[in-house]
């Protein structure tokens, strides 16, 4: 166990070092920034200084143990696109938004999916299961920002009930929330229902029935509570996952989370702030996916050995 | 001596209707038929089947509503969307192809090698399949495209970048269990060459699973392409592309609801039916792969 969550957490690492370099190379694709900024007849003592100054004239593995060494301590440099704000203050400030979207994307996942997962698992082949099977498959196959654009414009534009985009109070939230939770919706469902119809069949329920207690208590009291287990150490962690899953949701709904400001930086060919946004992404997923799959390998022996 | 038989009812006669509904479930006809009219017969013949130029606009006849000239609406600059969402099939079609068949070539023979060799070098390169699988695609290929600019090449480099590794990792489980068979040894001692046991006794008995594999990701990779090019990393405009025009018809979604519906349409469409028939030919072809 300990020598599987070592060797996780140096590939972890090695993922982020991988990352780091594209990040450190893309921002030097582009040449000498002082070919660009200084004129060409420039002063080659200016030139020298500037160099001096920026720590350009180092050679490259420094800078980049220069750069890694202010990004781990939240010193990604400042922006092109907005000069008064370092990286660091405008990905802060989106962050949170961005972790209000997953959140309750999470929340409209088992709002919806764990009633739903319970009664397509209790009336099997019923009008519930039918309905369960194709909001499952829906799930897998709907571009999530089209969804986004679609509920929109009936929401949104026809029926006038929800704010079309920006941030605001809760009715801005709504939306977004049920089109970036509709995917885990469908996986909830699914997790749910798998694990509803194994305790159904275990024998506490079968010794609940011949007790005569309310078939509505045990399928809602009884079967839920030991179902509920897996799909919500499931969700607990689908967290960094979802966040990455937000830059087209953001972009439909002009929330101003990390996705919105990521496409944002793209337009705007702001490279700094694409290295910090991309770092900061990668190393949310990157963890996230490091603590699931310890969780697992916590949950699940046969993991560690493979 | 007479024994009463128990009296035996003639066996009724399926109905005709009945019959074909069991067929068309039993086969994934409907899929099928979606395929082959959403995305295949416009994918070769957009350029004779599609009513008017998709590039051409006409400048009088902006934001015109679905009707029998124009059966999915015009755009912004006058353009039939009709014309695009055919011609956009063919986009979709070429690029999803492309990521597929080249990831899927270089995740099968990875698999096969990693497998074959084992030791360190598999190691390794399960190692280069983690990192792969680890990254968070969406994101990096944003970022590429804003270095590098955007164009279908890229596009289709970051997309198999994402799904290369899934074949390699699932071609070298399959792989392990075929080099302990029996004949695989015999082959080697009959003289056959490592080149010539990866790819005459090994590759054959797992090309059932690539296959299963690659019609499941098809689905997949149409809305990563679509994702892609709606947040800009993907085709770049005037390209008629699905995601492209979903994105383009959401400033308009006010007054033009039809600008991203039909587009979104033809992407849903495509990946549910994809979605149907690889759950169908895993079951097939495949059906220890339920996991899939």
């Known amino acids: 166990m300990q020598r599987y969550i070592i060797m996780r957490i140096l590939q972890a690492l090695l993922v982020l070092v991988v990352v780091s370099v594209v990040a450190f190379a893309l921002g030097h694709a582009g040449g000498n920034p ?28 420094e800078q980049y143990f220069t750069y890694v060494w202010n990004a ?23 962050f949170l938004a961005t972790i209000q979207l997953a959140g309750a994307g999470i929340l409209v996942a088992g709002v919806i999916g764990l009633p739903v997962g319970v009664l397509t698992a209790t009336y099997r082949d019923s009008i519930f299961d039918w309905t369960g099977k194709v909001v499952a498959l829906l799930g897998q196959s709907l571009p999530v920002f089209w969804l ?32 970036i939770g509709w995917f885990q919706v469908a996986a909830m469902l699914r997790l749910v229902r798998s694990s509803m119809l194994d305790v159904l069949d275990s024998e506490y329920v079968k010794l609940a029935r011949i007790k005569g207690l309310a078939e509505r208590k045990i399928i809602w009291k009884h079967c839920l509570r030991n179902a509920a287990i897996a799909p919500l150490t499931y969700f607990a962690i689908t ?66 050995y493979t | 001596m007479a024994v009463a038989l128990p009296e035996v009812s003639s066996p009724r006669r399926p109905s005709r209707i009945g019959h074909y509904a069991r067929e ?40 015109a509503e679905p009707s029998v000239q124009h059966w999915f609406g015009t755009d912004d600059i006058g353009r039939d969307v009709l014309s695009r969402v055919m011609h956009g099939s063919r986009v979709s079609l070429l690029v999803a192809g492309v990521a597929i068949l080249i990831s899927g070539l270089i995740g099968t023979s990875f698999g096969i090698v990693s497998a074959f ?13 983690d990192i792969s699988l680890s990254l968070p695609i969406i994101v990096v290929a944003i970022v590429v495209a804003a270095m590098a600019g955007p164009s279908m090449e890229i596009l289709i ?37 490592n080149f010539r046991i990866m790819l005459r006794y090994i590759f054959p008995n797992i090309f059932n699973t690539v296959v299963v594999l690659a019609t499941l990701q098809v689905g997949f990779v149409i809305v990563l ?41 033809a992407i849903l469409l495509t990946v549910l039916s994809m979605n149907l028939l690889g759950d169908w030919l895993r079951d097939k072809l495949d059906p220890k792969q339920r996991n899939l």
């Not at chain 1, 939240?74 to 400030?93: H, Q, T």
């Not at chain 1, 990455?244 to 989370?257: D, K, L």
Request: proline fraction near 5%.
């Open chain 1, 34 to 61: 002082l070919d660009a900024i200084l004129p060409d007849d420039a002063d080659a003592t200016v030139r020298a200084d500037l160099e001096e100054f920026w720590g350009i004239n180092k050679p490259l593995h």
């Open chain 1, 72 to 94: 781990v301590r939240g010193d990604f440099g400042n922006s092109f696109k907005y000069p008064r704000f370092s990286v660091a203050e405008l990905i802060k400030d989106r």
């Open chain 1, 148 to 179: 986004g654009i679609i509920l929109m414009w009936i929401f949104g534009v026809q029926l006038n009930w929800f704010p079309t985009s920006g941030k605001g109070g809760i009715e801005n939230l709504i939306l977004p929330a049920i089109a």
């Open chain 1, 239 to 304: 967290l960094g996952s979802l966040m990455v899953g937000s830059v087209s949701i953001e972009t439909v709904f002009q929330w101003p989370g990390l996705g919105f400001l990521l496409f944002n930086a793209a337009r705007s060919s702001d490279y700094a702030l694409l290295q910090g946004i991309m770092l900061t992404f990668t190393s949310i997923y990157v963890i996230a996916n490091l603590l699931v799959d310890i969780a697992y390998a916590y949950l699940d022996p046969r993991i560690r």
């Open chain 2, 24 to 63: 068309a479930l039993r086969y994934p006809i409907i899929p099928v038929a979606v395929l082959v009219i959403v995305l295949l017969i416009p994918a070769l013949g957009a350029n004779w089947l599609a009513p008017y130029d998709p590039l051409k606009g006409d400048m009088k006849n902006r934001f």
């Open chain 2, 117 to 129: 060799y084992g030791g360190w070098a598999d190691n390794l390169m399960m190692r280069l399949v």
């Open chain 2, 157 to 193: 480099a970051v997309l198999v970048l994402s799904q290369w590794s899934r074949y390699a990792r699932l071609v070298r489980g399959e792989a392990l269990t075929i080099r302990g068979h029996d004949y695989i040894s015999r082959a080697r001692v009959a003289g056959a060459s």
């Open chain 2, 225 to 265: 392409e679509a994702t892609l090019s709606f947040l800009g990393a993907g085709i770049s405009r005037p390209t008629p592309a699905w995601g492209v025009m979903v994105a383009d018809g959401r400033s308009f979604v006010t007054d033009a609801w039809w600008l991203s519906f039909f587009p979104g349409l």
